[in-house]
C-alpha cells in the first residue's frame, strides 16, 4: 500500500452526525435559556433578572 492512496467521499456517503448533534445541543441551550428567562421575567414575582442587575 502506498502512503499517498487517499479516499474520496462522495455527497452520498457523507453522515454529518457530529454536526447534527452540534445543532442539537445549539437548539437545546436555546431552549434552556428561553425557560430560565420567561419564568423569571414574565411570571411575575419580586426577584427578576433584570431588577437585581439595575
Do not use: K, N
Amino acid at each position: 500500500m502506498s502512503s499517498e492512496t487517499r479516499r474520496e467521499i462522495g455527497h452520498d456517503e457523507f453522515d454529518p452526525v457530529g454536526t447534527l448533534a452540534l445543532i442539537g445541543l445549539y437548539f437545546a441551550l436555546l431552549v434552556v435559556l428561553w425557560t430560565v428567562t420567561y419564568f423569571f421575567e414574565f411570571l411575575g414575582g419580586d426577584l427578576t433578572v433584570v431588577g437585581v442587575l439595575l
